[in-house]
């Protein structure tokens, strides 16, 4: 699919503005590695049986991952890159129209997405998981360990 044709505006949609201001600063740390190329090839929601996928952290960051093992379960969160910015009313496939903060789409006014992955295995400089759901280079702004509440 077209990047023109993700940027189509559904019957229902309603746009608002991109917005016109920045109160915060972020530093990705890294880049995701996965192996869907496109948005139209990623799950809707990542599995625990999917495929495996490289999280890379770039040299400043690397002592941060000390003390993750696999088996550890971690909240990844990385910055949609791709996604649109100024929907403010969504109208998903086979889903009556909602507002962008009822739904998880990656369509939203700062594109900050989570996932709970399980960790395979870890590098010096990346740790291999299973359970995402984002474009290859996605760009990663945390990890933490996944507890429960």
Not at 60 to 68: D, Q, S, V
């Amino acid at each position: 699919m077209s990047a023109a044709a993700w940027h189509a505006t559904r019957p229902g949609e309603v746009e608002g503005g991109v917005p016109d201001r920045s109160d915060a600063g972020l530093a990705f740390i890294g880049r995701i590695r996965t192996p869907f190329a496109t948005r139209a090839e990623c799950p809707h929601r990542g599995q625990p049986d999917g495929p495996e996928c490289r999280i890379e952290v770039e040299a400043p960051w690397r002592p941060a991952l000390r003390g993750i093992a696999p088996g550890d379960r971690l909240e990844v969160l990385y910055w949609m890159h791709l996604a649109r910015r100024d929907l403010l009313v969504q109208a998903p496939k086979g889903r009556a129209p909602a507002g962008t903060f009822a739904l998880r789409s990656p369509n939203r006014p700062n594109p900050i997405a989570t996932s709970v992955v399980e960790v395979v295995a870890v590098a010096e400089d990346a740790v291999t998981v299973r359970g995402l759901d984002c474009v290859d280079g996605t760009p990663l702004i945390d990890l933490k360990p996944a507890r429960a509440a």
